[in-house]
Nanobody, 124 residues
């Protein structure tokens, strides 16, 4: 049984940093594409960052380029999202997801496995 469990969400001030983690069981990250997505109240879920099975290639939404970094430790089977220079616009529920072959790495619909989410709130 596949399980993805996010952690690390918190309330922070604008300009602050957070690191989200997503631990996987029943699914080896080394064989899967993985990504982070977010959904703010009243909005659709959107892609934030994604990486390839090896972790060597990374992709980012324009809104987070230069501020967020996705990485993973395939040995520990954990996916990370380092978030710097946070703004109130980054406030959302953050989800991790994984799939063997998503068509578009930043499109939520293309991912099969999902975590339950972790809340990030950024105050001004």
């Amino acid at each position: 049984q596949v399980q993805l469990v996010e952690s690390g969400g918190d309330s922070v001030q604008a300009g602050g940093s957070l690191t989200l983690s997503c631990a996987a069981s029943g699914l080896p990250y080394g064989d899967y594409y993985a990504g982070w997505f977010r959904q703010a109240p009243g909005n659709q879920r959107v892609g934030v960052a994604a990486t390839t099975p090896s972790g060597k290639m990374t992709y980012y939404a324009d809104s987070v380029k230069g501020r967020f970094t996705i990485s993973k430790d395939n040995a520990k089977n954990i996916l990370y999202l380092q978030m710097n220079t946070l703004t109130p616009e980054d406030t959302a529920m953050y989800y991790c997801a994984a799939d063997r072959s998503p068509g578009n790495l930043l499109i939520p619909h293309d991912y099969r496995y999902w975590g339950q989410g972790t809340q990030v709130t950024v105050s001004s």
